[in-house]
């Protein structure tokens, strides 16, 4: 069992920056993936950026590509997501999850992953 908990989002002007936290507890020492996801309102879930834990590559959609870096701390089981040059488009509550399963992490995260509760960013123009 993994419990997640999200912190750091708030509201910025375009062109801001933010950093999200996802504090692991539990059994995290095989966790395979783990990841953030965000849902605007009236717009489906969309993966934002992933890590795989077996080798610490990433991932990212291409709307984010450049703009976001996901990184872990694998000492303080905290996933992070640094958000620059926010757009108001980025505007949604954004979901940290973590999954033990293995292949695609976007897909494994969506279909057997533990989330945490989100945490809402606001990007004003």
């Known amino acids: 069992q993994v419990q997640l908990v999200e912190s750091g989002g708030g509201s910025v002007q375009a062109g801001g920056s933010l950093r999200l936290s996802c504090a692991a507890y539990g059994y995290t020492a095989s966790l395979f993936c783990m990841g953030w996801f965000r849902q605007a309102p009236g717009k489906e879930r969309e993966g934002v950026a992933v890590i795989d834990g077996t080798d610490g590559s990433t991932d990212y959609v291409d709307s984010v590509k450049g703009r976001f870096t996901i990184s872990q701390d694998n000492a303080k089981n905290t996933l992070y997501l640094q958000m620059n040059s926010l757009k108001p488009e980025d505007t949604a509550m954004y979901y940290c999850?973590?999954?033990?399963?293995?292949?695609?992490?976007?897909?494994?995260?969506?279909?057997?992953?533990?989330w945490g509760q989100g945490t809402q960013v606001t990007v004003s123009s």
């Open positions: 999850a973590a999954t033990f399963s293995g292949g695609n992490c976007y897909r494994s995260l969506a279909l057997s992953g533990y």
